[in-house]
T-cell receptor
């Protein structure tokens, strides 16, 4: 099993550009989520999904879109990148929400100029 | 909004020393998890505690969940350089839907 994979590893964008961060898992997990990690602030939940076709907002959803057409994939779209979106983005998956173990991907480091 | 605080923010110790890091909140959590994150990687789960007063041991690491389920501690005995990393606590919110993460304690164990 590859676990949770994320692409790209690094990305530089100009303000106003759009892009999609890819996340895939091969563990047949129902629950997937996106976090951003900023210095001194821990991980903050952006969006999550409890299964294919179902998504919901987390703590900091503004400026991001998600969709979940398959169990395996959960892409995160930045509609119009802003410098405030410079961060490290982590995708995670688990069998369900609650006390289940979350498995994290290696992260995507994004710089918006 | 439920918030988690962690202390200390940074900790640098010598190999062989003992240490304790704390995770505190004014809110009650139904469960709490501890993760370790190494540079350039995602967090990796160390333990989940679900019962007030629960103590779990993982080799040299001892985790405790407060009786009121508002706080937790992580104690490391005889720290080793391999323990170096960012330690994050995460609580399950009131509805058991999602996790709230603390800001982390960055530990450096010097040989």
């Amino acid at each position: 099993n590859a676990g949770v994979t994320q692409t790209p590893k690094f990305q530089v964008l100009k303000t106003g550009q759009s892009m999609t961060l890819q996340c895939a898992q091969d563990m047949n997990h129902e629950y997937m989520s996106w976090y951003r990690q900023d210095p001194g602030m821990g991980l903050r939940l952006i969006h999550y999904s409890v299964g294919a076709g179902i998504t919901d907002q987390g703590e900091v959803p503004n400026g991001y879109n998600v969709s979940r057409s398959t169990t395996e994939d959960f892409p995160l779209r930045l509609l119009s990148a802003a410098p405030s979106q410079t961060s490290v983005y982590f995708c995670a998956s688990s069998y369900s929400n609650g006390v289940e173990t979350q498995y994290f991907g290696p992260g995507t480091r994004l710089l918006v100029l | 909004t439920q918030l988690l605080e962690q202390s200390p923010q940074f900790l640098s110790i010598q190999e062989g020393e003992n240490l304790t890091v704390y995770c505190n909140s004014s809110s009650v959590f139904s469960s709490l998890q501890w993760y370790r994150q190494e540079p350039g990687e995602g967090p990796v789960l160390l333990v989940t505690v679900v019962t007030g007063g629960e103590v779990k041991k993982l080799k040299r690491l001892t985790f405790q969940f407060g009786d009121a389920r508002k706080d937790s501690s992580l104690h490391i005995t005889a720290a080793q350089p391999g323990d170096t990393g960012l330690y994050l606590c995460a609580g399950t919110d009131n509805y058991g839907q999602n996790f709230v993460f603390g800001p982390g304690t960055r530990l450096s164990v010097l040989p």
